[in-house]
């Protein structure tokens, strides 16, 4: 079965701090790889996204991820976080037989100023 | 702007009674749209898979029944919790694709419906 695992539930750090959270999924096909952020109050938004190509992936807000095929993983990193970056951060992954979006259980950033 | 609109935003009910929830694609049509579920510090679970112009398909463990799913056009499909209880209080979230694939492209979410039932 399709599964996702993000082993940080909260993560505090302060500010300037490097971030980077853990992902992992549990599918033998072709998967689609998210991460998601919700900040307080508000929807999701898209961070970044992999589909093919190069592993190291660049999203918005300075935000990267690496897709680790042997390893099935997809860890999220920040060099230096900002207090606005406090928010959620799930993971996702699309396989392609299922044709679902899986999430994470989600991972609780708190940057301190 | 958003691309996905979901209403009603929040919605108290009495135990017992039914709630339509409406997701709409702006500016697309969406054949496939996604309704999760996200518990408080929980994440999102996928309950259903809605098809326009078919059934929905649900997960293992979701009450069809319970949870009706219909997605009459090419840019709505509504979500009715029937009979609700307290347990099914609730973060309600859909989602759909943009029209160039289910998955070549990122979800779009709507803001979420909070359902409180008394």
């Known amino acids: 079965a399709q599964s996702v695992s993000q082993h940080n539930h909260h993560v505090i750090l302060s500010e300037a701090a490097s971030l980077e959270l853990g992902c992992n999924y549990s599918?033998?096909?072709?998967?689609?790889l998210f991460w998601y952020v919700q900040y307080p109050g508000q929807h999701l938004q898209l961070l970044l996204k992999y589909f093919s190509g190069d592993p190291l992936v660049k999203g918005i807000k300075g935000f990267e991820a690496e897709f680790i095929k042997s390893k099935f993983s997809f860890n999220l990193r920040k060099p230096s976080v900002q207090w606005s970056d406090t928010a959620e951060y799930f993971c996702?992954?699309?396989?392609?037989?299922?044709?679902?979006?899986?999430f994470g259980t989600g991972t609780l950033l708190a940057v301190q100023p | 702007g958003a691309v996905v609109s979901q209403h009603p935003s929040r919605v108290i009910c009495k135990s017992g009674t039914s709630v339509k929830i409406e997701c709409r694609s702006l500016?697309?049509?969406?054949?496939?749209m996604f309704w999760y579920r996200q518990f408080p510090k929980q994440s999102l679970m996928l309950m259903a898979t809605s098809n326009e112009g078919s059934k929905a398909t649900y997960e293992q463990g979701v009450e069809k029944d319970k949870f009706l799913i219909n997605h009459a056009s090419l840019t709505l499909s509504t979500l009715t919790v029937t009979s609700a209880h307290p347990e099914d209080s609730s973060f309600y979230i859909c989602?759909?694709?943009?029209?160039?694939?289910?998955?070549?492209?990122?979800?779009?979410f709507g803001n979420g419906t909070r359902l409180t039932v008394t």
């Open positions: 599918y033998g096909g072709t998967v689609n």
């Open positions: 996702a992954v699309y396989g392609g037989a299922t044709n679902k979006l899986i």
């Open positions: 989602s759909a694709p943009l029209p160039d694939g289910v998955f070549s492209s990122p979800l779009h």
């Open positions: 500016d697309f049509q969406a054949t496939t």
